[in-house]
């Protein structure tokens, strides 16, 4: 006789499919709280700027200056709060949603189920993404006309007041004048000084704003002033002098010139037109005569090039174009150190704290751009190393507080 034993075979390895099966339901739990704190912390500073920053014009109003062109500049200017806003409240936000989860216990249990901490601080970048998007649009499509609608309603007085305010375009170039000896065959031209010439904006079409131009002579000495209300491009370009330069033409509205002679004497008469001839196409004028944050990426880019093209360079411009472009990279170091408030040092503090924390590093990270963007233009240091300096230490900082925790 013979005894069988039917033994049952036992599976060492456990079961994992329920959390396989849980984890995309984990995924757009944490990812929707992270996007509606998000939103609701953006939304709620650029809400108080707005009102702040209204409260602020009524101070200037006066009888060309009501308040309702008040109103009109700031919601003119409202794209360009938001944008400013947009990182610090990432920051805000995603230490608001993942702390709510944090004080359900939900981060733990999720943890306690096998869920990474940079699984975890994955999906809450996901949601970040979409306002790195979204202020990408910002600065290429809605801060240059905004802008600049805001500045044609803006109090003229109040502008004109601040003495430290540099606006629109200074140049000094070359005037030349026919050379008597030239023929038509071989036309040349004689040097006739220089002029000190100053547009105030330009619109897209290369349409000018106020001009203003100083005419010296040899010597150096002031011959005449003119001023102009605008002036309007001539769709064909004008043809280029003997020198080879000037080659684009305005016709210039509603001149005063000031005339003064070698004795002294001052004479000054109105002309209803005349011209200007300047190197450059309109287009190039629209981004010489555009301060830098008036700029999207695209045109800030086109304005590095032109100013290379002439042999110069603007240290404002490039250090805007760079922090534009870089902009994406500061939003996403900002939340992995929000990540890093929740799963680091400060994990058993309250929700209360982390948000003080949170904005106090926010507005510290806000004013160290703005220092080494200053030290890149006092010392001439690269604009990029300057503004990408602050990214890497952000981050760096974040990885290192995370990974400590795991």
């Not at 006739?192 to 079409?205: Q, R, S």
């Amino acid at each position: 006789m013979s005894i069988r034993f039917n033994l049952a075979k036992s599976n060492p390895t456990p079961n994992i499919a329920p959390l396989a099966d849980t984890m995309p339901l984990l995924a757009r739990y944490v990812k929707l709280n992270a996007l509606l704190a998000i939103i609701a912390a953006v939304l709620g500073l650029w809400a108080l700027q707005v009102i702040f920053s209204y409260l602020s014009e009524l101070d200037s109003l006066s009888d060309s200056y009501t308040m309702g062109q008040a109103l009109k500049y700031i919601l003119y200017r409202s794209p360009y709060f938001l944008d400013q806003f947009i990182p610090t409240g990432a920051l805000l936000g995603a230490v608001v949603g993942l702390g709510l989860l944090a004080n359900k216990s939900e981060l733990v249990v999720m943890r306690a189920a096998g869920v990474s901490i940079l699984r975890i601080v994955s999906w809450v970048l996901q949601p970040a993404l979409l306002f790195v998007i979204i202020s990408l649009v910002i600065n290429q499509f809605v801060l240059p006309t905004s802008n600049q609608l805001a500045h044609a309603v803006s109090n003229d007085d109040k502008t004109s007041s601040l003495v430290t305010a540099v606006r629109g375009y200074w140049t000094v170039q070359p005037n030349y004048l026919p050379d008597p000896a030239s023929t038509p065959e071989r036309p040349s031209v004689i040097e006739n000084g220089k002029d000190v010439l100053y547009i105030d904006y330009a619109d897209t079409n290369g349409n000018l704003g106020e001009v203003k131009r100083w005419h010296l002579d040899n010597k150096g000495n002031l011959e005449s002033a003119i001023r102009a209300d605008g002036g309007i491009y001539q769709p064909q370009p004008a043809d280029a002098d003997a020198a080879g330069l000037y080659q684009y033409e305005w016709r210039l509205n509603n001149m005063t010139e000031l005339t003064i002679n070698q004795g002294r004497d001052s004479s000054q008469r109105h002309k209803p037109a005349d011209t200007l001839k300047l190197p450059f196409a309109p287009k190039s004028v629209y981004l010489l005569t555009r301060d830098a944050d008036d700029l999207s990426l695209t045109q800030l880019y086109e304005h590095r090039q032109f100013m290379r093209s002439q042999g110069g360079r603007s240290l404002k411009h490039e250090l805007a174009f760079w922090q534009k472009l870089l902009s994406p990279l500061a939003i996403l170091s900002l939340v992995i150190v929000a990540c890093s408030f929740v799963f680091g040092s400060l994990r058993t503090h309250s929700l209360g704290l982390r948000i003080v924390v949170a904005l106090l590093f926010g507005l510290l990270f806000s004013y160290i751009q703005d220092l080494v963007g200053f030290v890149s233009l006092a010392t001439g240091i690269s604009p990029l190393l300057m503004v990408i300096l602050p990214i890497i230490g952000s981050a760096a900082l974040g990885f290192y507080l995370i990974n400590r925790q795991m």
